[in-house]
Structures are given as structure tokens and as C-alpha cells.
Nanobody, 126 residues
Framework: QEQLVESGGGLVEAGGSLRLSCVAS????????IGWFRQAPGKEREGVAC????????FYSDSVKGRFTISSDNSKNTVDLQMNSLKSEDTGVYYC???????????????????WGQGTQVTVSS
């Protein structure tokens, strides 16, 4: 049974940094994408950064490109999101997600993602 467990998040001032981590378990293949989505109050959930687990190829939304970095450690089945130069508009609930599809299809929400973590709050104060 596929599971995703997030950690990290919290409150930070604008311009600061935070790191989120996600541990994946139960996936039956090495060929899946894993990444991070966020949802701000009153807005749709959006994909911000996704990575193909097999080769480490990444995808970023335009809103975070150059500020956020996604990385994976396949030996530990973890994926991290390093968030730098945070802005107030980065505030929201961040979800780890994964599925047996490609990184771009997942982050762009071309297909429905089946596996989600419980979410962790990130608040950036201005």
C-alpha cells in the first residue's frame, strides 16, 4: 500500500528558507514521479516541483523556478523540497504526491494523482 509522510513546514519571514521532507513507502515500481503541490486559501491546488524517481529529472512551476529545489534520495525513499527566498504568496498547505506517471504530467495535473500525503502548513509572513 503506497504511503507518503511529510515533515517540515512552519512559519518563516519573507526572504527566509524552509525545507520539507517526504518519505515514500509501498510503491511497487521504481518508475514513478513524486513531488510537491500546494494549496492557498481560496485557490486551486497547484504542482510546484516534481521529480522522476528513476532518473532524477525535475519539473518546476514558473512561480518557484530558481527559488525551490527538489531532490530525492532513493536509498532512503525520501524527497525533499528546499525553499529559498520565500514570499508571502508561497503560503499554503504543501502536499507530497506521487503516482506511476511522469513528472510533468503529474505537476501539470494532466492526469489525476492517486497518492497524497496529509499536508503540512507553510506560512510566510511579510
Amino acid at each position: 500500500q503506497e504511503q507518503l509522510v511529510e515533515s517540515g513546514g512552519g512559519l518563516v519571514e519573507a526572504g527566509g528558507s524552509l525545507r520539507l521532507s517526504c518519505v515514500a513507502s509501498g510503491f511497487t515500481s521504481d518508475y514513478y514521479a513524486i513531488g510537491w503541490f500546494r494549496q492557498a486559501p481560496g485557490k486551486e491546488r497547484e504542482g510546484v516541483a516534481c521529480i522522476d524517481r528513476d532518473d532524477g529529472t525535475t519539473f518546476y512551476s514558473d512561480s518557484v523556478k530558481g527559488r525551490f529545489t527538489i531532490s530525492s534520495d532513493n536509498s532512503k525513499n525520501t524527497v525533499d523540497l528546499q525553499m529559498n527566498s520565500l514570499k508571502s504568496e508561497d503560503t499554503g498547505v504543501y502536499y507530497c504526491a506521487a503516482d506511476y506517471i511522469g513528472r510533468e504530467a503529474m505537476c501539470s495535473k494532466i492526469v489525476t494523482v492517486d497518492y497524497w500525503g496529509q499536508g503540512t502548513q507553510v506560512t510566510v509572513s511579510s
